[in-house]
């Protein structure tokens, strides 16, 4: 069966960084585009990066534009997230998405909570 297991999250100060990973099992990892969403309290889920099945392209959420760094290992079968100069509003449980086609809801991890706090 399918898993998508998220690590990395965390409390980390303003300015600080982090890097999540999804590790992916049960699919053949170099044919699905990733995607990471966020989910903040009370709002509605987020895309906030996402890396074609190659690694040949990434789109960003204007929001983490510049500061956020989507990339992936297909030898490893592992996307990972590299998140710099976090703000408060970055708080979210961050969640990796794996489907085929970019219209495709895909499969889902469980989430990683990320909380940015002094």
């Known amino acids: 069966q399918v898993q998508l297991v998220e690590s990395g999250g965390g409390l980390v100060q303003p300015g600080g960084s982090l890097r999540l990973s999804c590790a992916a099992s049960?699919?053949?990892?170099?044919?699905?585009?990733m995607r990471w969403y966020r989910q903040a309290p009370g709002k509605e889920r987020e895309l906030v990066a996402r890396?074609?099945?190659?690694?040949?392209?990434?789109i960003y959420a204007d929001s983490v534009k510049g500061r956020f760094t989507i990339s992936r290992d297909n030898a490893k079968n592992t996307v990972y997230l590299q998140m710099n100069s976090l703000k408060s509003e970055d708080t979210a449980v961050y969640y990796c998405n794996a489907a085929r086609t970019w219209s495709a809801d895909g499969y889902w991890g469980q989430g990683t909570q990320v909380t940015v706090s002094s």
């Open positions: 890396i074609s099945s190659t690694g040949g392209r990434t």
């Open positions: 049960g699919v053949t990892f170099s044919n699905y585009h």
